[in-house]
């Protein structure tokens, strides 16, 4: 006869083995989606290239979403939740105001993946598949992007506020934030490198090219004309000689003394990133290797899984 205790010992085993929960034994997965969206990959790709066609800076912009979802709370779509009169969202938050843009891309991708496969996929999972392939059409190296994340039925404008690296930031500020999310300063160096893509606004280096002194003189004014020192805070001005290509002539610019911003130059001034910013201005494979490994790791901080958080119907609105 079987004793109480061993059913007991048994009916727990059984329990921990197969799960009580999906969401203690979920995890992301490549293949997650392809058995109930099988064309998921497809119409994501689509629709970024009908975008980047119309204009190449919004590969850059979607990537810069995807990274400001990440680093608040998680790659959990959190950031494309609009502000209502009881809601208050990522999207007003210091670093993200008049600033972050794509959101209408997003709307449009999502649309097409309901049309293809109703109340299946996340939001976030969308957003880390067009940034993916936003950096493809820009000519960067491709990834695989593991999935089953689920979308977050909150927000965080204070998070937003202190997790996300200001441009004004120091080195060791830089790599703080970074490790905060369980990346390394490696990581932080070569994911800077999405800085080879897109623009930024004269508000944002302004007091480098005018204050600083680790900068190149010929930069420096060739910035200032279209930054003047007290108007024009909304001008924008490209990261490198290449904006919309993705390559590794950010890090030349800042061995060059070019860097855009404080922060980015940062990483080229005689401290503990100068040998891999080196190593990546005369490197372009080993940039695009670790750039893509990099990503890998950024999307994976704290998804939601399992039963966790919901499957969003509208990006923009928690169901
Ligand atoms: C290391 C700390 C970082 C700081 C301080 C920083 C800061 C900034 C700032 C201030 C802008 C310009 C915003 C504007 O003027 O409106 C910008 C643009 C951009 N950032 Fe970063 N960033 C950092 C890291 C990253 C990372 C890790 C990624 C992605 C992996 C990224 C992707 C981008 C892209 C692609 C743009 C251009 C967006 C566009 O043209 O619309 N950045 N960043």
Not at 71 to 89: K, P, R, Y
Not at 107 to 124: F, R
Not at 225 to 247: K, M
Request: contains cysteine.
């Amino acid at each position: 006869m079987v004793s109480a205790p061993s059913l007991f010992v048994t009916a727990t085993l059984l329990v921990f083995i197969f799960g009580c929960c999906s969401t203690v034994n979920a995890q992301l997965s490549p293949t997650f989606y392809s058995k109930t969206c099988p064309t998921l990959l497809s119409v994501v790709r689509t629709t970024m290239n009908q975008a980047v066609t119309k204009e190449p800076r919004m590969g850059a912009s979607i990537l810069r979403l995807f990274f400001h979802d990440c680093f608040v709370n998680g790659c959990d779509a959190s950031i494309l939740l609009d502000d209502t009169a009881s809601f208050t969202g990522e999207k007003n938050a210091g670093p993200n105001q008049n600033s972050v843009r794509g959101f209408e891309v997003i709307d449009t991708i999502k649309t097409s993946v309901e049309a293809a496969c109703n109340a299946t996929v996340s939001c976030a999972d969308i957003l880390a598949l067009a940034a993916r392939d936003g950096v493809v059409l820009l000519g960067g190296t491709s990834w695989t992007v593991p999935l089953g994340r689920r979308d977050a039925r909150t927000a965080s404008q204070s998070a937003a506020n202190s997790n996300l690296p200001s441009p004004f930031a120091d080195l060791a500020a830089l790599i703080s934030s970074f490790t905060a999310k369980g990346l390394t300063a490696k990581d932080m160096t070569v994911l800077s490198g999405a800085h080879t893509i897109g623009q930024a606004q004269c508000s944002s280096f302004r007091t480098r090219i005018y204050n600083e002194t680790n900068i190149d003189p010929g930069f420096a004014t060739t910035r200032k004309a279209s930054c003047p020192a007290s108007s024009g805070n909304t001008n924008l001005a490209p990261f490198d000689t290449t904006p919309n290509g993705f390559d590794n002539d950010y890090y030349k610019a800042l061995v060059g003394r070019r860097g855009l911003l404080h922060s980015d130059q940062q990483l080229f001034n005689n401290g503990s990133q100068d040998a891999l910013v080196r190593t990546y201005s005369t490197n372009v494979a080993a940039f695009n290797r670790d750039f893509a490994a990099a990503m890998v790791k950024m999307s994976r901080i704290s998804p939601l899984l399992g039963t966790n958080g919901e499957i969003r119907k509208n990006c923009r609105l928690v169901n």
